[in-house]
């Protein structure tokens, strides 16, 4: 069992960066393939971006590519979402979620656990 906790949600201008944060319980963390995914009001949940367990496998969205960042530290049992150039198409809420394999996927089928969400607003 795997509980997820969002964190660093917030309100920004456009052009401007946030930091989310995704707290894992649990000791077998690091063998979990990590996703972030967002859905924004009236829409479907998408996905934005996964790593595998290691860290050292990323895949984003083509619509974050070159903006958003994944990363994970296993020692604390956290992954990171470090958003830069903000857009207000960029406003949903977050969530983090732990795959049911090494690497992730595109895919929210494929992942087990999920976080409750942060909600990310972008400002014009």
């Known amino acids: 069992q795997v509980q997820l906790v969002e964190s660093g949600g917030g309100l920004v201008q456009a052009g401007g960066s946030l930091r989310l944060s995704c707290a894992a319980s649990?000791?077998?963390?690091?063998?979990?393939?990590m996703g972030w995914f967002r859905q924004a009001p009236g829409k479907e949940r998408e996905f934005v971006v996964r790593i595998s367990d290691s860290g050292g496998i990323t895949a984003y969205a083509d619509s974050v590519k070159g903006r958003f960042t994944i990363s994970r530290d296993n020692a604390k049992n956290t992954v990171y979402l470090q958003m830069n150039s903000l857009k207000p198409d960029d406003t949903a809420v977050y969530y983090c979620a732990a795959s049911r394999g090494r690497f992730g996927s595109r895919w929210d089928y494929d992942y087990a656990y999920w976080g409750q969400g942060t909600q990310v607003t972008v400002s014009s």
């Open positions: 649990g000791r077998t963390f690091s063998s979990y393939g």
